[in-house]
């Protein structure tokens, strides 16, 4: 473990106690792996944000704590240390945890543990459940101020909600998929998980409520897809044409990286057409779909700008920077094959 940091600067990136650090480093045995491995990623990302280190001025550690798959959670990742040396006046440095389906009990017990060890704000994607709701009131509680991305904890403790207006997003679902359906009949299958995420809710609601109203001679087939397998997605997709053979569009309200091209490989098997297709986010799978002409449009936002948001709303409760803390909406991008951005 070659590196340049002082053994302080390892334990606070880790959140670990110096003693530990420095019996990892000399390897003095009786740790455990799962500690060895917390201080390699402490100097990974001291490494990442070395630039950082070098900053005069006051110094904020962040906790970037997320559910989600690994395609957006490296996405999120990305987004912040490309910010990170583009806030001022202060200096920003992170640490990540960084989760796919994890049980609640696990993600309260982060959340916690930060709350013990100590931290200048936490940005937080997680389902909205009781126990994360009661963890962050615990975290205001020692003056941590916590922002949720993308998805809200509403009427929790949370400083401030940063990200796409979920709502109206499914909205835009509706009207695109409805316009661009015209006169050819067909009913819409609209694809979600079957967790707990209040961003998918209100996704599912600005959708069904825009779609009924709008076009009401279409039905609606909802199709779960339970654990993020392609292979389960696929059957479940087959199973809803099998029954409905009339479906012609598709609105997959969340960032479902491969499962997409599964769900088109179902219509293909079943020697149907999909007509439209309206996903989110623009990962590299659903890039090379849109690319194709296999997608339709994307509903996008700016992460770097959610992330930037974050940051300042966390250095306003540390009373860093002015002004009043409020809520920040990310506007929507429609991305077509038309405007897709290069590289």
């Known amino acids: 473990m070659s590196h ?50 070098r900053l005069g001025g006051r110094t904020f550690l962040i906790d970037l704590v997320i559910d989600a798959p690994p395609r957006f959670s490296d996405a999120v990742r990305a987004a912040l240390e490309a910010e990170l040396p583009t806030l001022r006046p202060a200096v920003l440095r992170s640490r990540f945890h960084l989760l796919d389906g994890a049980p609640a009990a696990e993600l309260v017990e982060i959340l ?25 009131a615990r975290l205001a509680r020692r003056e941590i101020p916590v922002v949720t991305l993308v998805t809200d904890v509403p009427g929790s403790r949370r400083a401030a909600y940063v990200g796409i207006d979920n709502r109206a997003a499914g909205a835009t679902a509706a009207y695109l998929v409805g316009e661009w359906l015209g006169r050819e009949p067909g009913n819409v299958m609209v694809i979600r998980s079957s967790s707990s995420f209040r ?40 199973a809803a044409l099998a029954a409905d053979g009339g479906i012609r569009g598709v609105y997959s309200m969340y960032s479902s990286g491969g499962g997409n091209a599964a769900v088109l490989e179902a219509f293909a098997s079943a020697g149907l057409p999909c007509s439209v297709f309206v996903a989110h986010d623009l990962n590299d799978d659903n890039s090379l779909l849109l690319r194709t002409g296999r997608l339709s449009a994307v509903l996008h936002h700016d992460l770097n700008l959610d992330l930037r948001r974050a940051c300042q709303v966390i250095m306003q409760a540390q009373r860093a920077l002015p002004g009043p803390i409020h809520h920040w909406p990310s506007g929507i991008q429609v991305i077509t094959p038309y405007n897709l951005p290069l590289g």
């Not at 000399?26 to 950082?52: F, K, M, P, W, Y």
């Not at 709350?115 to 994360?132: C, T, Y």
């Not at 996704?203 to 009924?212: A, L």
């Not at 076009?215 to 292979?231: C, K, M, N, S, T």
């Open 112 to 136: 916690d543990r930060l709350g013990s060890r100590g931290s200048h704000g936490v940005i937080l994607k997680a389902p909205d459940v009781p126990e994360v709701f009661d963890a962050i």
């Open 199 to 238: 961003g998918e809710d209100e996704r599912e609601i600005g959708f069904r409520t825009t779609f009924r109203s709008a076009f009401p001679g279409r039905l609606q087939v909802d199709v779960i897809d339970q654990d993020g397998r392609d292979e389960i997605l696929r059957a479940r997709v087959a």
């Open 4 to 53: 340049p940091y002082r053994i302080r600067e390892i334990a606070v990136q880790a959140g670990l106690s110096e003693a530990t650090v420095d019996r990892v480093l000399h390897n003095r045995g009786g740790v455990r792996a799962s500690t060895v491995q917390e201080v390699r990623q402490a100097i990974q990302d001291l490494d990442r944000q070395r630039s950082q280190l």
